[in-house]
């Protein structure tokens, strides 16, 4: 299997995930060199090493079309800001989306677009995304007038916020398509999996001369292009002098799926000088669970919070820890995720457990922490949080309570406070009850108090024209895709 192949079949045929068969080392040296480089050449270092089938040439091509001035609005990419003497945050909302999908999703099309072409691929490559909210906007700006690409988004109609229903209907190109589904998040989902897995579809797909591909998050793909902002972060603490080369840090990510922290942890064992990994959960603390006593189980009430893409049971990308903690035993993972199928939970056992403790430490915070830690950092630091990121930002200050551990730590930033703006108001203002402000009004308030900058993405939302208006049923979906093409 090559990494083109793994990219454009995203799932194993037995369901399973692809991993790396090893993982490639980056030298002490090698990583003091990047504190020179752009975002764009730390990517190429990075990659390079994983997507083995793909010429040198091929990856720098790619990295400088997904990274460009057009698409991030800061030259770093992934900038790394001081908060406090111990505390950086790395900020990786600055694409086309403000959200960190967009870190991958803006790379993912130019590799499919490669792999297809490599692996002798004369169809379209067609994407079929699921989404709650940030993912289909990501995808949909990603994949936009690629050659030889389509993507298309299906949405619950009850369950995104207007502002991610404006950013999705609003979306140009002429590869683009966005088609609501009556019904909520898993109705869509299913919906997805279920056209994947129709003879009938994909066959009516193929004689429009389309192949269907995915856009997940367990997609290497999508994984690959993580790992290098974790270098990027490091390479910018040894510039700004906060760190000595070789000296350990930790991070501390927002989780929801587990695909950023994953990206983390495989940094981590390329040799990056990584102590600890610091999981931050919403009320939906399934992870928090699972670091403390080994089981994960969903067996448990699901909560809508106010960080929204944390609301998740099943983290898919879990399955590639327990992997490594099982040692590579496949059978052993196989038989879990039977478990999990089958009866919602396993348990990976005492001593599992506690080697996965000395690398991760697992904590939550409620909306009601959340708010508090946007208002807090605000008047501390001066600094501007999301309700994810400030998730982070409260379990780290539970980690040091509790472990003392004073090791230089990176707050891993994944969405513009913007995207969130009636939220982060009352977080700013020390209000405690729902607001139901409409967002733009939200956000004109917030840019005069804080006077952070609104980004452009953000006031010109209210004035793009609406293009996507497909609404169809949850038995509709198949039919809803061949009408679109
Ligand atoms: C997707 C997302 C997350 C969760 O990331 P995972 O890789 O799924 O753990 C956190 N915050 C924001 C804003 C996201 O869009």
């Given at each position: 299997m090559t990494a083109s192949q793994a990219i454009l079949r995203g799932l194993a045929p037995d369901g399973g995930l692809y991993v790396p068969t090893i993982f490639p080392t980056v030298s002490s040296r090698q990583i003091s060199q990047m504190t020179d480089m752009s975002y764009e050449q730390r990517a190429a270092v990075i990659l390079e090493r994983y997507l083995e089938d793909y010429s040198m040439k091929e990856i720098t091509g790619a990295v400088q079309a997904a990274y460009s001035r057009e698409r991030f609005d800061d030259p770093a990419v992934a900038p790394v800001r001081k908060l406090d003497a111990s505390t950086w945050v790395m900020e990786l909302f600055h694409g086309p989306t403000l959200a960190f999908k967009d870190m991958a999703l803006q790379l993912l099309p130019h590799l499919t677009r490669l792999a297809a072409e490599k692996n002798g691929e004369t169809k379209e490559v067609s994407i079929l995304v699921a989404t709650s909210g940030d993912?289909?906007?990501?995808?949909?700006?990603?994949?936009?007038?690629?050659?030889?690409?389509?993507?298309?988004?299906?949405?619950?109609?009850?369950?995104?916020?207007?502002?991610?229903?404006?950013?999705?209907?609003?979306?140009?190109?002429?590869?683009?398509?966005?088609?609501?589904?009556?019904?909520?998040?898993?109705?869509?989902?299913?919906?997805?999996?279920?056209?994947?897995?129709?003879?009938?579809?994909?066959?009516?797909?193929?004689?429009?001369?389309?192949?269907?591909?995915?856009?997940?998050?367990?997609?290497?793909?999508?994984?690959?292009?993580?790992?290098?902002?974790?270098?990027?972060?490091?390479?910018?603490?040894?510039?700004?002098?906060?760190?000595?080369?070789?000296?350990?840090?930790?991070?501390?990510?927002?989780?929801?799926?587990?695909?950023?922290?994953?990206?983390?942890?495989?940094?981590?064992?390329?040799?990056?000088?990584?102590?600890?990994?610091?999981?931050?959960?919403?009320?939906?603390?399934?992870?928090?669970?699972?670091?403390?006593?080994?089981?994960?189980?969903?067996?448990?009430?699901?909560?809508?919070?106010?960080?929204?893409?944390?609301?998740?049971?099943?983290?898919?990308?879990?399955?590639?820890?327990?992997?490594?903690?099982?040692?590579?035993?496949?059978?052993?993972?196989?038989?879990?995720?039977?478990?999990?199928?089958?009866?919602?939970?396993?348990?990976?056992?005492?001593?599992?457990?506690?080697?996965?403790?000395?690398?991760?430490?697992?904590?939550?915070?409620?909306?009601?922490?959340?708010?508090?830690?946007?208002?807090?950092?605000?008047?501390q630091d001066h600094y501007l949080m999301d309700p994810h990121t400030a998730v982070a930002g409260h379990v780290l200050r539970q980690y040091r309570r509790r472990t003392n551990d004073t090791t230089p730590c990176v707050i891993v930033s994944t969405a513009s406070p913007y995207k969130f703006a009636a939220d982060v108001l009352r977080g700013v203002k020390g209000e405690r009850e729902v607001a139901s402000q409409d967002a733009f009004a939200a956000s004109e308030e917030l840019e005069k108090l804080t006077g952070v900058p609104m980004p452009a993405q953000v006031r010109e939302l209210r004035n793009l024209p609406v293009r996507h208006t497909a609404v169809c049923d949850r038995d509709g979906m198949g039919q809803a895709v061949l009408e679109a093409f």
């Open positions: 993912t289909g906007k990501a995808a949909l700006e990603g994949f936009r007038d690629v050659a030889g690409t389509s993507c298309t988004v299906f949405y619950p109609l009850e369950g995104v916020s207007d502002i991610q229903k404006l950013q999705m209907m609003t979306t140009g190109g002429n590869n683009t398509h966005v088609i609501a589904v009556r019904g909520n998040f898993d109705d869509a989902q299913t919906g997805v999996k279920e056209l994947f897995a129709s003879e009938a579809f994909v066959r009516a797909m193929a004689e429009k001369g389309k192949v269907l591909s995915s856009a997940n998050s367990i997609n290497f793909g999508r994984l690959a292009p993580q790992i290098v902002y974790y270098f990027s972060a490091y390479a910018d603490l040894i510039s700004q002098g906060a760190i000595r080369p070789g000296e350990a840090v930790n991070f501390c990510v927002p989780t929801g799926n587990f695909g950023n922290i994953l990206a983390g942890f495989y940094a981590r064992n390329m040799g990056l000088p990584v102590n600890r990994l610091i999981c931050a959960s919403n009320r939906n603390k399934v992870l928090t669970d699972f670091f403390h006593d080994g089981r994960y189980s969903v067996l448990r009430t699901f909560f809508k919070t106010i960080s929204p893409s944390m609301d998740i049971l099943v983290s898919s990308n879990l399955e590639r820890l327990i992997y490594e903690a099982a040692d590579r035993d496949g059978e052993l993972v196989r038989t879990w995720m039977r478990q999990l199928k089958e009866c919602g939970s396993y348990s990976v056992g005492e001593q599992r457990r506690d080697w996965i403790d000395s690398v991760f430490w697992g904590e939550c915070a409620d909306d009601v922490e959340t708010l508090r830690e946007i208002g807090l950092r605000f008047q």
